[in-house]
């Protein structure tokens, strides 16, 4: 039987995993958070390209990881 390729980045994915994909702009980033499978957390939402959005994506990433009872984040 043929060994398949897996991604190291996909294999660090686990049940207790929040994944937090970020939709890079000037201005604007739009943010959509996920379990490992790829079910919506909370709705998408925006942040400002300020310290004060960063730091509301922080409180988020918080309250969801908390919520959910999970203890990793990948950010990407």
């Known amino acids: 039987m043929e060994q398949k390729y897996v991604n190291p980045k996909v294999s660090r994915i686990s049940q207790d995993t929040l ?16 379990d490992y499978r790829g079910i919506d957390l909370i709705s998408p939402f925006k942040i400002n390209n300020t310290i004060d959005g960063i730091k509301m994506l922080e409180e988020k990433i918080r309250i969801i990881k908390q919520k959910e009872g999970l203890n990793n984040v990948i950010l990407g």
């Open 19 to 34: 994944i937090v994909g970020i939709d890079v702009a000037k201005r604007n980033h739009w943010v959509r958070m996920t």
